[in-house]
């Protein structure tokens, strides 16, 4: 049998991390406070099966058929007018359909990277997006964006562009103040660099009211009346956390140039997101489920949140400090003793009976090995408080 080629050079250089944490869920007696995943039991099972069957009986060709490349007419309307206030104006050649947020990702990569093209980035920096891009070979310019002395303009200048979580960012939970997001936006504008707004949280607050989108703040730019939004901010939300991560519907809110380029882009890609789970969300988005489910899921979170952070301070204050997130999913812990290698805490955790996600996988030079990202959304509090017992000891066994 013949020698096989090699396979591509970037395959060599991705995480295993993100596989670990995913197969924690199927691993006996582990607690997995690494992944990102929702409570199962806040999907709205029975709305979403009522819907599913409506989609085949009653839409038999938009369920089943293929589906445009930029996605439903009906959907990409319906995003478009909910998202539609005040000064800002999205018509429907500002919206892209996305095989959930990922996809969304992805693309951005292929139509802005190229090798050693600078990106960027809010720092730490969301996993998937740096799998994302590791085939494009780019280089990142990492921003702090609640430091003092951020310099926004410089950031973005001559960056392909910028990469941002302003909403509880994933993995620190960071929510970015107002005055920052007017920075940032500003920015944008100045130097003509794309402003990438991934808001896969932007509803789970928990504490106080939903700060301003960046898309927002920018209309505020162009002002009433001048037509459908065309400026530097590049919008990605998701269904994933308000409604159900299975139906993969994700989208992309841009100038109609952007838009263009996207939909070039997924052609090759996947040709068109899933009909039938297009047509659940639009009926799902027009019947109110959201509004409907998402009360009782936040209770369910602000309630776990406060029993992980409870839990770090009974169990894990000795070592580490963190800050409360008031929303989102994860809180960012980071070591005090520096005889603490979260790399290394990693196995150590899983020895005993816990997954974390360590801080390198989510630094793009993979140097930050002091930190931990921890998910509290999909355990109750009593796993919480049973899985950080078992990072404990790991810590105490890590050190002795």
Partial sequence: MSRRPPFAEWLSQTNDVTRT????????????????????????????????????????????NYAPIEGMTALR????????????????GNVLITTGGMQALDLLGKI???PDSAIAAQSPTYLGALDAWRPRHPVYRPMRLNANDLDAEAALDGARFAYTVPNFSNPTGELVDVTTRRKLVEAARATGTPLVEDDPYGALFYDGPPLPRMLEL???????????????????????????????????????EVIGALVLAKQGTDLATS?????????????????????????????????????????????????????????????????????????AGLDCGVCISPGSVFDPEGTDRRSVRLNFTANPPEVLEKGVERLARAVRGLIA
């Fill in 112 to 114: 802005f990277a190229d």
């Fill in 21 to 64: 944490f995913l197969a924690a869920g199927g691993m006996a007696d582990v607690i997995n406070l690494g992944g990102g995943l929702p409570e199962p039991s806040t999907y709205p099972a029975a709305d979403l099966a009522r819907l599913a069957h409506q989609a085949v009986e009653e839409h038999p060709e938009d369920s089943l």
């Fill in 218 to 256: 920018d209309a505020e730019n162009e002002g009433e009346g001048e037509g459908d939004y065309d400026g530097p901010v590049i919008y990605l939300g998701s269904l994933s956390k308000e409604l159900a991560p299975g139906l993969r519907i994700g989208w992309v809110i841009a100038a109609p």
């Fill in 275 to 347: 009909s039938l789970s297009q047509r659940i969300a639009l009926d799902a988005l027009e019947d109110g489920v959201i509004e409907r489910n998402l009360p009782a899921t936040l209770d369910t979170y602000r309630e776990r949140r406060s029993a992980l952070c409870a839990a770090l301070e009974a169990h894990l204050s000795e070592w580490f400090t963190w800050e409360e997130p008031v929303g989102g999913m994860f809180v960012w812990i980071t070591a005090k003793d520096p005889r603490i290698d979260t790399d290394r805490l990693l196995s």
């Fill in 77 to 92: 309307d319906l995003i478009a007018k909910r998202f539609s206030k005040g000064p800002l104006r999205v018509g429907r």
